[in-house]
């Protein structure tokens, strides 16, 4: 698809994309910085303070020294000791550190896990409670993302940010509707009957049978969710024992997967689909084979889009509303709210003035700048591309072109957060920066929508939460899930065998997981 990869926890693909859209879109931002006081310990002269840091790339390594280090030196006191290591060897060096007790000033995780939760138990990161109250970028944190941090009472990581309402949305081929005269789905019942008829009445008009309704992939890729209802990362129903319990053995998931068998009888879905992998279920929307698939206003490949309308001069797109569902809510379900953490070492717990450097140079990163004043006469927009005709440069449309990572040219790059923490999702425009006409159209209506239901967005009360059962089991326990309910789908095995599927699902450790989850919820809304 044109999007980043979903995802159950950080994936590499999205991370990766995600760091890319950041740098591309959102590298300048910021705000003045503090100004910190003087004081003694590991001075580099000057007042200058010493700071260590590691954090996780994808690409290209910046280098360890020159100007823009020197930038930072000169705008924070802080003289910046960074350390750069590739994402695929991170996690195991960041362990080997942490339990040599050499732990750097401020230290970058990749994902909130166990290894966080227990080096926050063990005393390894400060407790930033305090900071949460007076740093602008941390109190405007929602609480609900904010306390998937907080460990006995107390709050361990700063999230570097990520939309918290943008998800997946189904998306059509708005000229097939045109075409056999039918409306936009309200229902499952309808988009069955849009994804038949996108299969059997010729809605591209060439006169051939080579169209059908859903592109689907292995691991039933994407989940076609509705809402929150249907959600099968949401813990949002309840069993009969009052226990919340994974939107993927929920009832609006059965009824996700009641259509996707349906679809699969009448030729309305990819039929080898349990064999492809994320990209080539892509490719059976991209190349105008299949009208529906999902979108979000974020991450849309416009290579992809290219593709299409190469094919299809004339293909437009639309998209669903959240479905009503039974129970009468109607919204899409809350993201994880960030990508990426930041942490602070407790050894800093003596040396207030450092600390506090440290976190006028966070809470400068996170500031956000709109992005129609991310322009060169925007000084902190300026600074942290590391000056026009040096880090960056504009050329006649407007457009920016940044010095590559490598050159060490721009300041935003070494920042422990260069994630700007926007107000809402929609301040940060990103339909904006689509070049493609009809990608910027539905982007923009994408991001209408999610403006027109944000308050009806279901907080899903499991983000964030890691148990002993989820760490071992559960990505056992999503693979059987997948696996059996992809029978279901191509006939293999029958929807109404649904509660048994469930139970075994239950005998094989969700009935543990279910337990620790519901404990964990429990804690955290009695620590709130």
């Avoid at 059965?254 to 279920?281: C, H, M, S």
């Avoid at 416009?302 to 129970?327: I, Q, S």
């Avoid at 990426?340 to 809470?363: E, F, H, N, W, Y």
């Avoid at 457009?399 to 590559?404: A, F, G, S, Y």
Wanted: net charge negative; aromatic share 12%.
């Amino acid at each position: 698809m044109s999007l980043y990869r979903w995802r159950t926890k950080a994936v590499l693909g999205v991370a990766a994309l995600a760091a890319a859209m950041a740098v591309s879109c959102e590298i300048g931002r910021g705000s003045s910085g503090g100004t910190p006081s003087e004081s003694g310990g590991d001075k580099a002269g000057d007042g200058v303070r010493t700071v260590s840091f590691i954090n996780y790339v994808f690409d290209d390594v910046p280098p360890l020294e020159g100007e823009s280090l020197n930038m930072i030196r000169d705008r924070f006191n802080i003289q910046l000791k960074p350390r750069f290591v590739p994402q695929s060897d991170y996690t195991s060096k960041l362990s080997v550190l942490m339990a040599s007790g050499s732990i750097p000033d401020v230290v970058s995780l990749k994902d909130l896990d166990s290894n966080f939760f227990n080096w926050s138990k063990q005393g390894a990161f400060l407790p930033l409670d305090d900071y949460y109250e007076t740093y602008p970028t941390l109190k405007q944190i929602p609480a609900y993302i904010r306390d998937q941090f907080s460990v006995n009472g107390h709050i361990y990581g700063i999230p570097r940010y990520y939309p918290g309402q943008y998800s997946f949305v189904i998306i059509l081929r708005q000229d097939w509707l045109d075409k056999l005269k039918l409306s936009v789905p309200t229902s499952y019942e309808e988009l069955k009957n849009v994804a038949i008829a996108f299969t059997k009445n010729d809605p591209d008009g060439n006169g051939r049978k080579d169209t059908y309704g859903l592109a689907l992939s292995q691991n039933i890729g994407p989940d076609y969710n509705a809402g929150a209802y249907w959600s099968k990362e949401a813990w949002y129903h309840k069993n009969d024992q009052g226990q919340l319990i994974p939107g993927i053995i929920g009832p609006g998931r059965r009824e996700v997967i009641q259509t996707l068998a349906d679809l699969y009888k009448e030729d309305a879905v990819t039929k080898d689909f349990a064999v492809l992998n994320w990209a080539q279920g892509n490719n059976e929307f991209y190349t105008g084979k299949a009208g529906i698939f999902i979108g979000a206003p974020r991450g849309m490949s416009e290579a992809y889009m290219e593709t299409l309308l190469k094919l299809n001069p004339d293909a437009k797109f639309t998209f669903v509303e959240p479905f009503l569902a039974p129970d009468g809510s109607r919204g899409y379900t809350s993201q994880s709210g960030f990508l990426g953490i930041t942490a602070l070492s407790s050894q800093l717990a003596d040396d207030p003035d450092k600390t506090k450097r440290i976190m006028d140079v966070i809470d400068f990163g996170r500031t956000f700048i709109p992005p129609s004043e991310r322009k060169p006469n925007n000084p902190n927009y300026d600074w942290r591309l590391g000056g026009l005709g040096k880090g960056y440069f504009v050329d006649g449309n407007g457009e920016v072109t940044q010095t590559k990572i490598s050159e060490g040219k721009i300041p935003a790059h070494y920042l422990f957060d260069y994630f700007m923490w926007a107000p809402g999702d929609e301040a940060n425009q990103y339909s904006a920066y689509y070049k493609i006409p009809k990608l910027k159209e539905l982007t923009a209506g994408l991001e209408q929508m999610f403006v027109k239901y944000k308050d009806r967005t279901y907080i899903n009360p499991a983000s964030g939460i890691v148990t002993a059962t989820g760490t071992q089991k559960e990505t056992e326990l999503t693979k059987y899930l997948h696996g059996e309910q992809t029978k279901m789908i191509v006939g293999q095995r029958p929807v109404a065998d649904w509660d048994a599927m469930v139970k075994e699902w239950m005998d094989r450790g969700g009935a543990d997981l279910i337990k620790e989850v519901n404990e964990e919820i429990q804690k955290r809304q009695n620590e709130a």
